[in-house]
Structures are given as C-alpha cells and as structure tokens.
C-alpha cells in the first residue's frame, strides 16, 4: 500500500473527489488525460497526459473548451510548472484517415502516457473509451468538468494543439489556420473549395473528401 499522507488543497468545487479516492486506495502517482481535435477538418489530434502532485489545486483550472485562450495560455504556464510530469502524444491526418479519428485519438493519448518522465500507477481519461495499457486506468465521461487532472490535460493539449495550427498556417498560408485551427468554419470551408486540400486536411472527413482528387486518398 502506497503512502497516503498527502494533505489536499481546498478544491470549491470538488475536483479532486476522484483524485481524492485514488489516493485513499492507495495510488498516489495519478494521470489525468485527454485530448484536443477529434474534430478538425485539418491538422492533428493531440492528447496530453498529466500528473500534478498529489492534492494540488490549480485555481481557474477547467475544461480548456470553457476559457478564453488568454486564460488558457496562463494556466498552461502554471500547469508546466507545478506539474510532476506531462507527456503529449499526438497522431497525424494521414494516421486518422487509415485508421480513423478514434483509434488515432487511442494512439495518441497512450503516447501521451509512455511520454510522461514518470510513471503513473492510476489513469483518468476523458470520456468513454480506455486506452490499451496495464496500467489501472478509469474513463470518466465529462471527465475535463469532474477531474482537476483531466482538466488540466485539456488544457496542455488544447494549447499545444493551438500553437502547433499558428505554426502551421505560415506553412500552408490561405486556409485561415490561425484562425479556426483546422475547424469547419464558413472561411475554412471556402478556402478548402477554393485551394484544394492540403497536407494536413484529412481527407476522410466531410467538407473535405468532396475535394480530393482521385488519387490524391492516402493508402
């Protein structure tokens, strides 16, 4: 039985109750993940594991998709810095259009995982489908809004993933990347009908694979 000595921050709204638990029975090493782009038209999935020190709480810390991006960019630096390991995985448009976009997302969050400098003895993740580890793990629908460690997950994930569109639309300028990050918006839309794909547009996807030459589909 592992140590269970760790005093908690005040989490007003109970957050850390699952983490509270884990720790309770005897796992103190506990990973929160999640992910960020099942549903771009463009660009990665990218997951991001996290472990903070045990009952460490994060003010302002929340499902990444409910703050601004300044907030977002804030937390971020706080959760690098007060983190005990982070990891990020992410998987490619070319792996979601030969495997599809859930058992990328499975690839990616496990990368996430093997990435972390220190190994978990407990997994949360973020929705309904576990990851294929020995590791115990525990999949918590809404988990970015019940878990401080998904939580902040999602927020290493999503702005990873933000940073990584900004970069990427000076390489492929006119698709307005920068702006949308790979979503389906009214621009994107227009550019994709406009432009063509390009490299990072998955070519499955609707809005997309209506504009792909024949033998532009990835084998």
Known sequence: MKSQGMLFSDSPDDTLAIEKRLIRDGFTTVAGV?????????GPVVAAAVILPP????EGVDDSKKLTPQKREHLFDLIMSRSTAIGVGSADA???????ILQATRRAMLQAVENLRVAPDYILIDG???????????????GDSLSHSIAAASIIAKVTRDRLM??????????????????GSATHLAAIRQLGPSPLH??????????????????
């Open 34 to 42: 999640d992910e960020a782009g099942r549903g771009p038209l463009a």
């Open 55 to 58: 009952g460490i709480y994060i």
């Open 94 to 100: 070319g792996l979601i259009d030969s495997i599809n």
């Open 128 to 142: 309904i489908t576990p990851i294929a580890t020995s590791i115990p793990q525990k999949t918590v629908v809404k």
């Open 166 to 183: 900004i970069e990427m639309s000076r390489q492929y300028p006119g698709y307005g990347f920068e702006n949308h990050k790979g979503y």
């Open 202 to 219: 998955r070519l499955t996807f609707g809005g997309v694979k209506e504009h792909v030459a024949v033998n532009q589909f990835r084998k």
